[in-house]
């Protein structure tokens, strides 16, 4: 598991609305059995600063930044991509939330 990786989720009741969780926990905390992930929520507009969007397997999807979460790291399903690429936005979001610039 590294930071920025991108999981399927497993869970029934929501995988059809959020496709994918986002693990935005640093990777020097990677012995903890828990993951802080970001929802990657499908039709949904975004918020500026707070919400950027990506496209991952040729579904949009924005992150819903304000709904972050620590979770069992055994839940999380298949890891899809990476998007360490995006690693400013993802920030700044995260950023924006907390402080508000």
């Not at 990677?30 to 950027?52: A, D, F």
């Not at 055994?74 to 690429?85: M, P, Q, R, W």
């Amino acid at each position: 598991m590294a930071q920025f990786d991108v999981y399927t989720n497993t869970s029934k009741e929501t995988n059809d609305e959020i496709p994918y969780l986002l693990d935005i926990q640093n990777d020097i905390l990677k012995s903890l059995n828990t993951r802080v992930v970001v929802p990657l929520v499908k039709n949904q507009k975004t918020i500026t600063h707070l919400t950027p969007s990506f496209t991952i397997e040729d579904t949009e999807v924005v992150m819903f930044t304000m709904q972050l979460a620590g979770i069992p790291s055994s839940v999380l399903g298949d890891k899809i991509c990476n998007l360490k690429e995006k690693r400013t936005e993802i920030l700044n979001a995260i950023d924006f939330m907390i402080s508000g610039f």
